[in-house]
């Protein structure tokens, strides 16, 4: 008898791979089966509450969402999945045969309740950023797919993205805006990149965007969390600047060297 293979995301289309590579992002619709998603909420709901807050408060303080690291590619659970968005960053990044893509982190992601009292940082909008001068590595090629683990409509705080921005170049780390924002430094990006506004997606469904597309996401108006899971990957051969980073711990690590197979290893 054969194994029944594991359930994981499905391909992109070419339609879809066209889209990200002309707007720097692309809806995913239907991207997991329902079964794999009621896993992954229950997953995190497991971890972090039906609230959203009873993990432990993450040293990574950001206001955008309260977050919860998971087993990774280690997790047999979650590795067919993480596989699939190999196969599908792979195809997204369109670059040369030998270059596969690698696992860069995932995370779910709980936007909390802006009009409730939390534990916890997370309730805050996500200004629009973009995400490569974080990651501290030396080529961009990296993307994040962002996956709606329940009907999420706007008032929720689900994502935006400045179609083009990705074609802008670095636009600065996102804690150096000050008061302001990215467009305070940047007026030309309102004036060259439409705006999606902030989509609806159903249980199920995903986004893509690439590290250097300029996104973002309001603050959580309804009266629960906002359920996302996060993978990011880049390309295999992503060289780690030397810069610190608040994605990962670099003790021990060289100056430009490859990111290692063992925290990041090559997926699809
Ligand atoms: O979930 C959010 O509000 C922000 C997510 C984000 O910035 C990202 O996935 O790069």
């Known amino acids: 008898m054969t194994e ?8 992109v289309t070419q339609d879809e791979v066209d889209h990200y590579q002309e707007h720097g992002w692309a809806k995913l619709p239907g991207f997991l089966p329902p079964e794999l998603v009621a ?6 709901k497991a971890s972090m509450g039906a609230d959203g807050q009873c993990n432990a408060v993450s040293p990574m303080q950001q206001p955008f969402f309260n ?3 998971t087993g990774g590619p280690a997790d047999p659970q979650l590795r067919p999945l993480i596989d699939g ?10 670059r040369h045969p030998g270059i596969a893509a690698r696992y860069f982190g995932d995370v779910f992601a709980a ?3 802006a009009a409730r009292e939390t534990r916890h940082p997370g309730a805050g909008r996500t200004y629009y950023h973009q995400d490569f001068i974080n990651w501290a590595l030396d080529r961009s090629g990296g993307m994040t797919f962002w996956i709606a683990l329940a009907d999420l409509a706007p008032e929720s705080g689900t994502m935006s993205f400045l179609s083009g921005s990705h074609r802008f170049g670095a636009l600065g780390h996102y804690r ?24 609806t997606y159903v249980a199920g469904d995903a986004t893509v965007h690439s590290n250097l597309t300029v996104h973002g996401a309001g603050e ?19 060289r780690w600047t030397g810069a610190p980073p608040e994605a990962y711990a670099t003790q021990g690590m060289a100056l430009h060297q490859k990111l290692d197979d063992d925290r990041f290893p090559v997926i699809g």
């Open 4 to 11: 029944p293979t594991p359930p994981t995301c499905r391909p």
């Open 39 to 44: 896993r992954l909420l229950a997953m995190a």
């Open 67 to 69: 977050p919860e690291v």
């Open 85 to 94: 968005i190999g196969r599908n960053a792979r195809l997204l990044m369109q």
């Open 111 to 113: 936007k909390l309740p």
């Open 176 to 199: 150096t805006y000050g008061e302001g924002d990215i467009f305070d430094d940047f007026p030309e990006l309102r004036r060259q990149c439409p705006d999606s506004g902030p989509l």
């Open 220 to 238: 959580n108006r309804t009266d629960g969390p906002r359920w996302a899971y996060i993978v990011m990957a880049n390309p295999s051969d992503v």
